[in-house]
């Protein structure tokens, strides 16, 4: 698949994430940091959301995104490295240091976990999200070069 066709799927997906009503988003968001298979209410829902050609190994990273969506406001700038690096404050430095660290070294299994700690925590500071770079980070998330973990230590580390 190539960029552009990629980019058309994120940007389908939020299209249709941004029709939810209040209820959907809450069905959604009770469902945050759980796997598909684990989900509960809302197979029906995400499956209405996805575009079609997603490939079925990306139904985790749309799914996780979905849930999320719900809790924190869009309209950010750049990745999450950088979102984080905006909710810095020399009172909390060393918590949000180290809830980075944790979270770019997270697997599969932790991810959903980690990621929704870090949202809720921009949400407290009221950083908005990159929900479409979120998400294509997501997808690239496991790749063996982990570049998007590099970038994301990059953007908040490097001064």
Same mark, same amino acid.
């Given at each position: 698949?190539?960029?552009?066709?990629?980019?058309?799927?994120?940007?389908?997906?939020?299209?249709?994430?941004?029709?939810?009503?209040?209820?959907?988003?809450?069905?959604?968001?009770?469902?945050?940091?759980?796997?598909?298979?684990?989900?509960?209410?809302?197979?029906?829902?995400?499956?209405?959301?996805? +575009? +079609?050609?997603?490939?079925?190994?990306?139904?985790?990273?749309?799914?996780?995104?979905?849930?999320?969506?719900?809790?924190?406001?869009?309209?950010?700038?750049?990745?999450?490295?950088?979102?984080?690096?905006?909710?810095?404050?020399?009172?909390?430095?060393?918590?949000?240091?180290?809830?980075?660290?944790?979270?770019?070294?997270?697997?599969?299994?932790?991810?959903?976990?980690?990621?929704?700690?870090?949202?809720?925590?921009?949400?407290?500071?009221?950083?908005?999200?990159?929900? +479409?770079?979120?998400?294509?980070?997501?997808?690239?998330?496991?790749? +063996?070069?982990?570049?998007?973990?590099?970038?994301?230590?990059?953007?908040?580390?490097?001064?």
């Amino acid at each position: 698949m190539s960029e552009q066709e990629r980019d058309l799927k994120i940007a389908t997906f939020f299209e249709r994430l941004e029709r939810l009503d209040a209820g959907e988003r809450a069905r959604l968001k009770r469902n945050a940091g759980q796997k598909l298979a684990e989900s509960r209410g809302v197979l029906g829902l995400f499956y209405s959301l996805l +575009p +079609p050609g997603v490939s079925d190994y990306q139904h985790e990273a749309y799914f996780m995104i979905a849930t999320l969506y719900p809790i924190a406001d869009s309209g950010g700038q750049g990745n999450l490295g950088e979102a984080l690096r905006q909710a810095r404050q020399a009172k909390n430095a060393k918590g949000v240091d180290r809830r980075i660290e944790i979270l770019l070294d997270a697997d599969d299994a932790q991810l959903s976990f980690r990621l929704r700690q870090a949202i809720r925590f921009l949400k407290s500071n009221n950083v908005r999200i990159n929900w +479409p770079r979120l998400l294509a980070d997501m997808l690239n998330w496991t790749h +063996p070069n982990r570049f998007i973990q590099q970038q994301w230590a990059r953007s908040y580390f490097a001064e």
